[in-house]
């Protein structure tokens, strides 16, 4: 079992920054993929960023990329989201995820799940 745990959110202004830091515990975090998804109000959840657990290879979603960055610290059991220039449309509750190994860009394929953290960009 891995248990995750969200921090960082809150409301910033359009242009702004935010760095999202999630927590892992429970088992050897460096065996893990991890991914960053979003869900705004009345929408599904969208992928936005994923990195391999070798650290070898990131990806982003196509709204994300250029401005979001995914990092991981093994030595910590954390991993980041640095988001700037930051948009409304970024406005969501944004959730860690967790799985073995290989990287997705699908939230079905994850198995461990934070409780998310709120994301405000007021513009």
């Known amino acids: 079992q891995v248990q995750l745990v969200e921090s960082g959110g809150g409301l910033v202004q359009a242009g702004g920054s935010l760095r999202l830091s999630c927590v892992a515990s429970?088992?050897?975090?460096?065996?893990?993929?991890m991914g960053w998804f979003r869900q705004a109000p009345g929408k599904e959840r969208e992928f936005v960023a994923t990195?391999?657990?070798?650290?070898?290879?990131?990806y982003y979603g196509d709204s994300v990329k250029g401005r979001f960055t995914i990092s991981r610290d093994d030595a910590k059991n954390t991993v980041y989201l640095q988001m700037n220039s930051l948009k409304p449309e970024d406005t969501a509750v944004y959730y860690c995820?967790?799985?073995?190994?290989?990287?997705?860009?699908?939230?079905?394929?994850?198995?461990?799940w934070g409780q998310g953290t709120h994301v405000t960009v007021s513009s």
């Open positions: 995820a967790a799985r073995r190994f290989v990287t997705s860009t699908k939230a079905h394929e994850y198995d461990y």
């Open positions: 429970g088992r050897t975090f460096s065996n893990y993929a």
């Open positions: 990195i391999r657990w070798n650290v070898v290879s990131t």
